[in-house]
């Protein structure tokens, strides 16, 4: 069993920036790959980001490339997401997820964390 603990979320003037965290425990924890989705008031969950496990490859929604920046330690379990010139739209929970195969699509994510709120006030 997976468990993902994010953090780092908070209240951001537009323009700032914000560096989230998530957190894996469990037995063995080796995914296909590790990805960020937000979820906006009202609105449905959306892909944000997504990296390989092993490898380089990272993948970014168009709303965020140039600006948020995937990562990971292997090493720690860990998973960040660098977020920069946040704007007020970038409001939302932010979840990290674990599993990505075959598509980086919400349902081939097999786990989950409780999200943390990021608020980006204009």
């Known amino acids: 069993q997976v468990q993902l603990v994010e953090s780092g979320g908070g209240l951001v003037q537009a323009g700032g920036s914000l560096r989230l965290s998530c957190a894996a425990s469990?037995?063995?924890?080796?995914?296909?790959?590790m990805g960020w989705f937000s979820q906006a008031p009202g609105k449905e969950r959306e892909f944000v980001a997504a990296?390989?496990?092993?490898?380089?490859?990272?993948n970014y929604a168009d709303s965020v490339k140039g600006r948020f920046t995937i990562s990971r330690d292997n090493a720690k379990n860990t998973l960040y997401l660098q977020m920069n010139k946040l704007k007020p739209e970038d409001t939302a929970v932010y979840y990290c997820?674990?599993?990505?195969?075959?598509?980086?699509?919400?349902?081939?994510?097999?786990?989950w964390g409780q999200g943390t709120q990021v608020t980006v006030s204009s």
């Open positions: 469990g037995r063995t924890f080796s995914p296909y790959a």
């Open positions: 990296i390989r496990w092993i490898g380089c490859s990272t």
């Open positions: 997820a674990a599993g990505g195969f075959p598509t980086y699509t919400e349902s081939d994510f097999h786990s």
